[in-house]
């Protein structure tokens, strides 16, 4: 006899129009009903779109009637339109965060380009320059926060549902790397990861702060679209590199952002040019430069350039950020500069 677990794992197949993730683990079915030969479903949308609603319905209903044994499939897809939840396509509404002033997403359209470097880096600075700050890993398949914020142990946990995140630097911290073997490699799939962001954006004691910054992995995919979804985003910032390989990518980026409205906070020059520490010579081993020409082609803001600089990636390997090493090196200006401009944006 059909399960409704049976009812659910076929309705899995159905994506939500737009997104890789299906109607299932976004929370989208309410009810279900098995009768002998008769499945009935009800369905939840906060959003008036007659496309998404019938897309929804059509998909679910072929799936349903591919079930052995069924007869009749009614799918009832209710819309609902929250002015707050409509512009997010019908998705559960995005939460703000107690205590917590701005959220901003660091990301890159593909790996390599040191994104985990700049926001470990630029979360610094800004304590720094007297801002309260957190700092989110949320690239659950290769956390490299701990190590280049030189924090190893477990975090602790104030009651039931909340964890308090550790500190160093003056950086509030949190990541997966924290919570298992360093060694042990994370499988999960998409709903694991969803559950896994959204409980480190509201069940981890980040308030009071004023930026709380999310280092997103590389790519468009199950971690972007579950931060989008479980909180309000103020702004997204990209990290890209000159050379054009970088450089092509970077619109996809940005088109995640705008696909879940997410408006962009600028864009950021990594490795632009290589500063020689010992005679000061600057050159460019990627070009120079194609960070701000493409930043004015896409009308983004420009926020700055980073140095190729060995201490960089010592500092990366050591667990102490360049900015807080040597924050009169040229990196580490650079970052402080950077820092500064973020502020007044973020103002």
Request: glycine residues 10%.
């Amino acid at each position: 006899m059909l399960t409704k677990d049976q009812v659910l794992e076929s309705l899995k197949q159905v994506k939500y129009p737009g997104f890789s993730r299906d109607i299932v683990s976004f929370g989208l079915v309410k009810q279900v009903t098995v009768n002998k030969d008769e499945v009935a479903v009800a369905m939840q949308l906060t959003s008036a779109n007659g496309e998404i609603s019938s897309a929804i319905r059509t998909g679910a209903e072929a799936v349903l009637r591919k079930l052995p044994g069924v007869a009749r499939v009614k799918v009832d897809v209710q819309a609902q339109a929250p002015a707050q939840a409509a512009a997010h396509g019908g998705l559960p509404t995005p939460q703000r965060v107690p205590g917590v002033s701005r959220i901003l997403a660091v990301a890159s359209g593909k790996g390599g380009v040191g994104k985990t470097t700049v926001s470990v880096n630029l979360a610094c600075a800004l304590a720094m320059l007297g801002q309260k700050i957190g700092l989110m890993d949320c690239d659950v398949y290769g956390p490299s926060v701990p190590l280049m914020m030189n924090v190893q142990e477990p975090p602790t946990a104030s009651d039931a549902e909340h964890i308090n995140p550790l500190t160093n630097y003056g950086v509030k911290l949190m990541s997966i790397g924290l919570l298992v073997d360093r060694d042990t490699p994370v499988i999960w799939r998409g709903p694991m990861i969803m559950k896994t962001v959204q409980q480190f954006i509201h069940h981890v004691n980040w308030a009071p702060l004023d930026l709380l910054l999310v280092d997103l992995p590389p790519g468009t995919g199950d971690a972007q679209l579950s931060l989008a979804q479980t909180t309000v985003v103020d702004g997204g910032i990209i990290v890209t590199t000159p050379q054009d390989a970088s450089l092509g990518v970077v619109r996809k980026g940005i088109g995640m952002f705008q696909k879940v409205n997410v408006p962009i906070t600028g864009l950021i020059e990594n490795m632009s040019y290589f500063a020689c520490p010992h005679c000061n010579q600057r050159t460019e081993i990627f070009a120079h430069g194609g960070g701000r020409r493409e930043a004015q082609r896409l009308e983004i803001p420009f926020l700055g350039e980073l140095p190729i600089y060995p201490e960089i990636r010592v500092g990366s390997d050591t667990g102490v950020p360049v900015v807080v090493s040597a924050p009169e090196s040229p990196a580490g200006k650079a970052f402080l500069e950077i820092a500064r401009v973020l502020i007044e944006k973020v103002k």
